[in-house]
């Protein structure tokens, strides 16, 4: 998965990506490693100021995490040529609603519905 800020154009993003890692298996030492070439599947999720583009790949067993570190260095280093944010937070965190903090022995005190304000009824033995 790759992170773009929210203002990235997506169809120039993509466009980088696929040149990116396109050539991947036509690289030597990745060429025995894959089985299909990489490709650009869509975007797999928004959230906050970022979308999440999915990036997949087939390779042989057990080569997946070398595959993932040379796709994402390749991703990284075309996003510096080209100028894309890979993920930037928002200037400002969003709106937050705060509930009042009441401490619990002073509400224990204070609620008549609490177990410590019942009034105490007479045991039988």
């Known amino acids: 998965d790759v992170q773009v800020s929210y203002e990235e154009d997506l169809a120039r993003v ?13 690289a030597e030492p990745w ?3 894959l089985i299909e070439e990489p490709s650009v599947v ?3 999720s928004m959230t906050g ?8 790949a087939k390779c042989i067993a057990n ?3 070398a595959v993932q570190r040379e796709i994402r260095e390749r991703v990284k280093a075309a996003f510096d040529q080209h100028g894309i944010v890979g993920f930037a937070p928002s ?5 937050t609603r705060t509930a009042p903090w009441y ?3 002073a ?7 609490t177990r410590r304000n019942r009034a105490r009824k007479p045991r039988h033995s």
């Open 31 to 33: 060429s025995a490693l």
């Open 63 to 65: 080569e997946n995490y």
């Open 107 to 113: 509400a224990a005190r204070s609620l008549p519905h």
């Open 103 to 105: 401490p619990r022995r």
């Open 49 to 56: 100021g970022s979308v999440i583009l999915r990036v997949s």
């Open 91 to 95: 200037p400002t965190p969003p709106p």
């Open 14 to 26: 993509t466009r980088v990506i696929t040149e990116a890692v396109g050539d991947l298996g036509a």
């Open 42 to 44: 869509g975007i797999e």
